[in-house]
C-alpha cells in the first residue's frame, strides 16, 4: 500500500503511540487511573499516547494547530491546519482489558476534513483516508455495505453511562431501533464504530455527546467509503453538534427518520 506523504506521517505517528498503549494495556494495574468526571476515565497511557502523537506529528508539520483529548488545544503559525487527535479512543475497554480501542488522528485544513487514520494496536487494523482518494483498511479499499432494508441491518450504538448521557431517550431510542432491525451492539469506541461502518462491517452507528476527536477521523473515512455521516437532525456537522448517525444512504435516511423527532 503506498501512502502519500502526509498518511505516511500520520500512520507513523499513530504506530509510535499504538505500541507504547500495547505496552501499557500489559501492565493496567500500574496506569495511575484517575477521574476527569462520573465514569470519565484518564490514565498514564491516554497521556503517553497524546504526548507522542503531539511530538511526532509537530516534529513533521511544525505549526500546525493541535486540539487533544488530553491536552487542550494549541495554536500553532500555521492557520490553515488543524489536527484532531484522540490518543485513546475506548478508554473504558481498554482499562478492563478489552481489546476495542484506537487512536484517532484527524487533519482540517480551513476547517474541512483532509485526512484521517484510525488504528487499532491490539489488533494491528489500520484505517486510512485522505479526501477525494478513497478509504483503506490495511491495503483493502473499503466500501459502506449495501443492505437497504432495517430489517437486515447490524447497526452500533453509544449508550449513556453514570454521569453522561439522558437515559431516557436512550431507552426511548432502543424502543424505536431495536425492533426494527437484526441485531444491535454496543462497543465502546466511537472512533471504531464509524471505522465499521466504513468497512461494510456495521450497516450503521449513532450516538449522542461525543466530541470532535471521537469522530474527526472516522468522518472522513466513511464519506470515503461512499457512507453519509450527519447529526442527528440529518444534515448538521457531528463535530459541533456532538451527535452523529452514519451509514449508507438508506440506512442513514431510515435512522434519521426514526431518531430526529425522539430528541425534540
Ligand atoms: P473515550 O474512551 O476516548 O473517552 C463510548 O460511548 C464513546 O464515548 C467512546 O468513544 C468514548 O471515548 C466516548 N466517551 C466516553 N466517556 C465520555 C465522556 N464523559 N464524555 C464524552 N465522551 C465520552
Ligand atoms: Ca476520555
Ligand atoms: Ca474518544
Ligand atoms: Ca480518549
Given amino acids: ?66 486540539i487533544g483529548e ?31 480501542f484506537a487512536i484517532s488522528i484527524g487533519l482540517q485544513r480551513e476547517g474541512t476534513l483532509i485526512a484521517g487514520v484510525i488504528y487499532n494496536p491490539a489488533n494491528d487494523e489500520l484505517y486510512t483516508a485522505e479526501r477525494g482518494k478513497g478509504a483503506f483498511l490495511n491495503d483493502q479499499r ?10 437486515d441491518t447490524v447497526i452500533a450504538c453509544g449508550l449513556p453511562h453514570i454521569g ?47 466530541q470532535a476527536w471521537d469522530m474527526a477521523a472516522g468522518q472522513i473515512i466513511l464519506r470515503e467509503s461512499g457512507g453519509i455521516v450527519s447529526g442527528i437532525e440529518g444534515d448538521d456537522d457531528p463535530l459541533k453538534t456532538g451527535n452523529v448517525i452514519c451509514g449508507n444512504e438508506f440506512i442513514h435516511a431510515e435512522l434519521v427518520k426514526i431518531l430526529k423527532p425522539l430528541g425534540k
Fill in 1 to 66: 500500500m503506498l501512502h502519500s506523504a502526509l498518511i505516511n506521517v500520520m500512520v507513523k505517528a499513530a504506530r509510535h503511540a499504538g505500541r507504547s498503549l500495547k505496552r501499557d494495556l500489559g501492565e493496567i494495574e500500574n496506569l495511575q487511573v484517575s477521574l476527569k468526571g462520573p465514569a470519565n476515565f484518564v490514565s498514564l497511557a491516554d497521556k503517553r499516547a497524546e504526548e507522542m502523537l503531539h511530538d511526532d506529528l509537530t516534529k513533521a508539520r511544525p505549526g500546525y494547530g493541535f
Fill in 70 to 100: 488530553e491536552g487542550g488545544s494549541r495554536i500553532g503559525d500555521d492557520k490553515a491546519h488543524t489536527w484532531i487527535v484522540d490518543p485513546l479512543d475506548g478508554t473504558t475497554n481498554f482499562l478492563h482489558g478489552i481489546p476495542h
Fill in 142 to 151: 473499503l466500501r459502506v455495505a449495501g443492505r437497504r432494508k432495517l430489517s
Fill in 164 to 210: 453522561r448521557g439522558d437515559f431516557e431517550l436512550s431507552r426511548a431510542e432502543l424502543a424505536e431501533i431495536q425492533p426494527r432491525v437484526a441485531g444491535l451492539r454496543r462497543f465502546g469506541a466511537a472512533s471504531l464504530d464509524m471505522a465499521f461502518v466504513a468497512a461494510g462491517r456495521l450497516d450503521g452507528y449513532w450516538e449522542r455527546n461525543l
